[in-house]
């Protein structure tokens, strides 16, 4: 339920910073999220939502471009603008601290409160941004929090999308917010598969919305930029394959947030860029980018806290030596980029017929089938799908969790290799049960006959994975994208392979009535 144009889902967010809203007296959450994910839509909802006029909710956001100087006369001047009255700006520059200008804030907040309207709602947006190199912003937010919150009810709202930032200054135990006393840290996540059907692209099919998934995920920025007109691959092709969009220059705009400098920049695409769509050693990295191994664990200890990259060992294989860890990538927008556009970008910049989709990417006559990319998409959608329902039950609305009998069970999710001859996509543990589940997921550009149906089936039961010990049972799963022709799903069952459809993946979307 839209409560504006422009805010949709989100309930569950909503309603917990309802909640905070509505405690008394003062209160301190962080909101963290990647770029573009929504964080600042969703609190501008918070203050519409609970009744805060604009005299009473105060956004400030930083800037990436900023020095400390010029962010806080801009602050003072909003802050002036926001209160209606000449203060912070009468101030010589020399004297605007940060410590100035927060009791400032506290004024207009013990003001607010003395007029028995409701408590003054103060937001800083994209904080990494604030938090300059000797800027002592953080520390004055500290002193100031500590000193006002027993005494002033004001809700203050930290809001970043740098992963580094919070590890650094919230997790990290010499960090300096590290320790305060907060209500909240809630973390906004990309929309589920189905919920970008139900708010993106009702009018296009689950095999559409499962391909845009595995481009650009469920970020929401990214998803307007597709358009849900008629023509599917003309809207795809104009939103990422022509020189106007987007998708090209976000690759720096989303990596800046995490990494300082040019030059360390540039490594991490170079490390990225040679992750591949199967995953890479340190050692093959180095080898590839001729970076030094060091250098190589240090740029990817530090992606892999941003969330960019996810560590694997072969699942149930304790981890003994770093030579058997892989690294894959675990954002579907810069695996995108390092496959498709990165590859194809002199033929993008150049395309103005609005046909390079259709030409060079798609490769199937049917479908929507991209050679080196659609096969290993689908696993990522498959991992993120099963493990985003393993850390929360509330998640396993779609059928698949009943085929799998995976309702209410604690059960894990891996992949799994062995000397580069096994490779199986995905397998689920669950001792519940002690059943072990293993997956093999094919994206195709048609449905698939009985003759290579019977193939598939043939490849996943001959694929040995050990289990933890003779009371376990193996179940094996075809997951496909177009489906199987009747004799196919026959050999399937003759052979105990059970098939699941793309369109068993997607959930019920509806949302559940928010109260205002």
Same mark, same amino acid.
């Given at each position: 339920?839209?409560?504006?144009?422009?805010?949709?889902?989100?309930q569950?967010?909503?309603?917990?910073?309802?909640?905070?809203?509505?405690?008394?007296?003062?209160?301190l959450?962080?909101?963290?999220?990647r770029?573009?994910?929504?964080?600042?839509?969703?609190?501008?909802?918070?203050?519409?939502?609970?009744?805060?006029?604009?005299?009473?909710?105060?956004?400030f956001?930083g800037?990436?471009?900023?020095?400390?100087?010029?962010?806080?006369?801009r602050?003072?001047?909003?802050?002036?603008?926001f209160?209606?009255?000449?203060?912070?700006?009468?101030?010589?520059?020399?004297?605007?601290?940060?410590?100035?200008?927060?009791?400032?804030?506290?004024?207009?907040?013990?003001?607010?409160?003395?007029?028995?309207?409701?408590?003054?709602?103060?937001?800083?947006?994209?904080?990494?941004?604030?938090?300059?190199r000797?800027?002592?912003?953080?520390?004055?937010?500290?002193?100031?929090?500590?000193k006002?919150?027993?005494?002033?009810?004001?809700?203050?709202?930290?809001?970043?999308?740098?992963?580094?930032?919070?590890?650094?200054?919230?997790?990290?135990a010499?960090?300096?917010?590290?320790?305060?006393?907060?209500?909240?840290d809630?973390?906004?996540?990309? =929309?589920?598969?189905?919920?970008?059907? @139900?708010?993106?692209?009702?009018?296009? %099919? *689950?095999? /559409?919305?499962?391909?845009i #998934?595995m481009?650009?995920?469920?970020?929401?920025?990214?998803?307007?930029?597709?358009?849900?007109?008629?023509?599917f691959?003309?809207?795809?092709?104009?939103?990422?394959?022509?020189?106007?969009?987007?998708?090209?220059?976000e690759?720096?705009?989303?990596?800046?947030?995490?990494?300082?400098?040019?030059?360390?920049?540039?490594?991490v695409?170079r490390?990225?860029?040679?992750?591949g769509?199967?995953?890479?050693?340190?050692?093959?990295?180095?080898?590839?980018?001729?970076?030094?191994?060091?250098?190589?664990?240090?740029?990817?200890?530090?992606?892999?806290? =941003?969330?960019?990259?996810?560590?694997? @060992?072969?699942?149930?294989?304790?981890? %003994? *030596?770093? /030579?058997d860890?892989?690294? #894959?990538?675990?954002?579907?927008?810069?695996?995108?980029?390092?496959?498709?556009?990165?590859?194809?970008?002199?033929?993008?910049?150049?395309?103005?017929?609005?046909?390079?989709?259709?030409?060079?990417?798609?490769?199937?006559?049917?479908g929507?089938?991209?050679?080196?990319?659609?096969?290993?998409?689908?696993?990522?959608?498959?991992?993120?799908?099963?493990?985003?329902?393993?850390?929360?039950?509330?998640?396993?609305?779609?059928?698949?969790?009943?085929?799998?009998?995976?309702?209410?069970?604690?059960?894990?999710?891996?992949?799994?290799?062995?000397?580069?001859?096994?490779?199986?996509?995905?397998?689920?543990?669950?001792?519940?049960?002690?059943q072990?589940?293993?997956?093999?997921?094919?994206w195709?550009?048609?449905?698939?006959?009985?003759?290579?149906?019977?193939?598939?089936?043939?490849?996943v039961?001959?694929?040995?994975?050990?289990?933890?010990?003779?009371?376990?049972?193996?179940r094996n799963?075809?997951?496909?994208?177009?489906?199987?022709?009747?004799p196919?799903?026959?050999?399937?069952?003759?052979?105990?392979?059970?098939?699941?459809?793309?369109?068993?993946?997607?959930?019920?979307?509806?949302?559940?009535?928010?109260?205002?």
């Open positions: 339920m839209a409560l504006n144009n422009n805010f949709f889902g989100r569950r967010e909503l309603r917990q910073l309802k909640e905070i809203w509505s405690t008394p007296g003062a209160d959450v962080f909101v963290r999220g770029r573009r994910i929504g964080k600042s839509r969703l609190l501008r909802q918070l203050a519409m939502n609970t009744g805060s006029p604009t005299d009473k909710a105060f956004f956001s800037r990436v471009d900023e020095s400390d100087a010029a962010c806080r006369e602050f003072a001047r909003d802050f002036d603008e209160i209606g009255a000449p203060t912070l700006m009468t101030l010589r520059k020399n004297l605007l601290s940060w410590d100035k200008i927060l009791i400032a804030v506290a004024e207009q907040a013990k003001a607010i409160a003395a007029k028995s309207g409701p408590k003054m709602l103060f937001v800083i947006d994209e904080i990494q941004w604030l938090a300059k000797h800027s002592g912003v953080l520390g004055a937010i500290k002193e100031f929090w500590e006002t919150h027993p005494i002033i009810p004001i809700k203050i709202v930290l809001s970043g999308s740098s992963n580094r930032f919070f590890a650094a200054q919230v997790d990290h010499e960090g300096v917010l590290r320790g305060l006393r907060t209500k909240g809630l973390v906004v996540a990309p =929309f589920s598969l189905e919920e970008v059907g @139900l708010y993106y692209f009702p009018n296009w %099919t *689950k095999e /559409q919305v499962a391909l #998934y481009l650009v995920g469920g970020v929401p920025y990214y998803l307007e930029q597709i358009k849900d007109s008629g023509n691959l003309r809207s795809l092709n104009t939103a990422m394959f022509t020189s106007q969009s987007i998708f090209i220059d690759i720096d705009a989303v990596l800046k947030i995490e990494t300082a400098g040019k030059g360390a920049l540039e490594n695409k490390v990225l860029s040679a992750l769509q199967d995953g890479s050693t340190e050692a093959r990295i180095a080898a590839t980018t001729g970076l030094g191994q060091s250098s190589v664990h240090d740029i990817i200890a530090r992606i892999e806290s =941003f969330g960019i990259v996810k560590e694997r @060992l072969p699942f149930g294989v304790k981890r %003994t *030596k770093k /030579q860890v892989r690294y #894959y990538m675990d954002d579907f927008y810069l695996n995108t980029y390092f496959q498709i556009l990165l590859p194809m970008l002199p033929r993008i910049q150049g395309n103005i017929n609005n046909a390079m989709l259709i030409n060079h990417v798609i490769t199937s006559v049917d929507f089938y991209i050679g080196d990319f659609s096969g290993r998409a689908f696993e990522l959608l498959l991992l993120q799908f099963l493990e985003s329902g393993a850390y929360d039950v509330s998640k396993r609305v779609a059928p698949i969790f009943k085929l799998m009998n995976l309702g209410e069970e604690t059960y894990e999710v891996g992949t799994y290799w062995m000397h580069n001859q096994t490779q199986i996509d995905i397998v689920v543990s669950c001792d519940a049960d002690r072990v589940r293993i997956l093999e997921a094919k195709k550009g048609i449905a698939t006959s009985g003759a290579e149906t019977a193939e598939l089936v043939q490849a039961t001959k694929k040995s994975f050990p289990l933890p010990n003779n009371s376990w049972t193996r799963f075809l997951i496909l994208s177009k489906g199987s022709s009747s196919g799903l026959d050999r399937a069952r003759e052979a105990g392979v059970e098939i699941i459809s793309l369109e068993q993946i997607f959930g019920d979307a509806t949302e559940p009535p928010l109260t205002t």
